[in-house]
């Protein structure tokens, strides 16, 4: 991290360390924790160019990867623990995550079905052409060798706290990016380790997820995001350090822009209503004409994401013809 990256009050114990990822997002941050035991919060992709970057940058502060002691893991996507299982093969050492992560990064494979299967029937009756459905099933199974399984060895839970350095830091669990996403905050330091709830360059697209067990409903990710957006823009921190990109110096407006950002989104969505009953594949071609099978999976859970709010406002409703599930205003 360069002098200008590095503000006032971030403790001497803590270092940012960037390794790159396979993905359009670019690299990601991690951060070592010196002290009694040395802690990596996330840990990067299961990439050689991300071990190798690794392992360099802790032998700069005189490590090897057998001294760490502890990883946090801040949530299930691959970019942030992919590699935690090997890594925590050749350590040893404690695995923590919050518990919403425990049966993905566990039991990768089982898991990963289970997801896959849930996407397909979710984009189906989003009204996604069965062609476009199969090649986003098709680009996340290729995707899935970003990771292996880790067995975390704890938990870490809303209002737990961890020692990092000679400081407490508190677990804030913060669900909408991904369901089990945290968060650490250093209330005396007022320094907020973000992860991807925050961050300062890209909006992050709280994605859809499946139910954690079967039978449940779907967690509604965007309303749970703007709620946890409130509550980290509530706290006072001066600091916040993300999981991609550079530090953010004024939480408060960021929020503030993002919140503006979705609700002018979501009326563009009730506005797609207006010439009649329309299903989510329908509406994101509306919004984004063009995009590719990706990007489009991308949309349509955004577009999902409104909809739930909407719903919950009791501003439109659904139904579901023929396999496939039609929006209309109320
Ligand atoms: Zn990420």
Redesign the pocket.
């Known amino acids: 991290m360069t002098k200008a990256q590095r503000p006032l009050g971030f403790p001497e114990y803590l270092h940012i360390l960037q390794v790159p990822t396979p993905f359009p ?1 670019g690299p ?1 941050n991690l951060y070592l924790a010196e002290g009694d035991p040395p802690t990596l919060i996330d840990v990067g992709p299961r990439y050689a160019p991300a071990r190798e970057v690794l392992e360099a940058a802790l032998a700069a502060k005189g490590l090897r990867l057998a001294d760490i002691g502890c990883f946090v893991l801040t949530h299930a ?1 691959s ?2 623990y992919g590699q935690a299982g090997e890594l925590a093969a050749a350590s040893g050492a404690a695995v923590l995550t919050h518990p919403a992560n425990f049966a993905l990064m566990a039991d990768y494979e089982v898991e990963r079905e289970r997801r896959l299967a849930f996407y397909r029937t979710l984009m189906g009756e989003a009204g996604t052409p069965q062609e476009e459905v199969l090649l986003v099933d098709r680009v996340r199974r290729q995707m899935g060798v970003f990771a292996v399984p880790v067995r975390p060895t704890g938990a870490l839970k809303d209002g737990d706290t961890i020692r990092l350095g000679d400081e407490d830091w508190q677990v804030l669990h913060t669900p909408g990016h991904a369901g089990g996403l945290i968060c650490l905050y250093q209330p005396q330091r007022h320094l907020l380790l973000s992860s ?1 709830h925050l961050l300062r360059d890209i909006s992050s697209n709280p994605i859809v997820e499946p139910p954690e067990q079967e039978g449940e409903n779907r967690p509604r990710r965007l309303a749970d995001y703007i709620d946890q957006l409130q509550r980290v823009a509530a706290l006072p921190v001066a600091w916040a350090f993300p ?2 990109g550079p530090p953010i110096d004024d939480v408060p407006g960021l929020v503030a822009r993002r919140l503006e950002f979705h609700r002018r989104r979501g009326e563009e969505i009730l506005q797609t209503l207006e010439s009649g009953p329309k299903t989510p594949y329908e509406i994101s071609r509306m919004l984004f004409p063009r995009l590719d099978p990706v990007n489009r999976f991308l949309a349509i859970s955004e577009v999902i994401g409104h909809l739930d709010i909407l719903e919950a406002e009791g501003r439109v409703s659904s139904a579901l013809e023929d396999g496939v599930r039609l929006w209309r205003r109320t």
């Open positions: 997002v990601v996507h970019d942030h991807d999981g991609h």
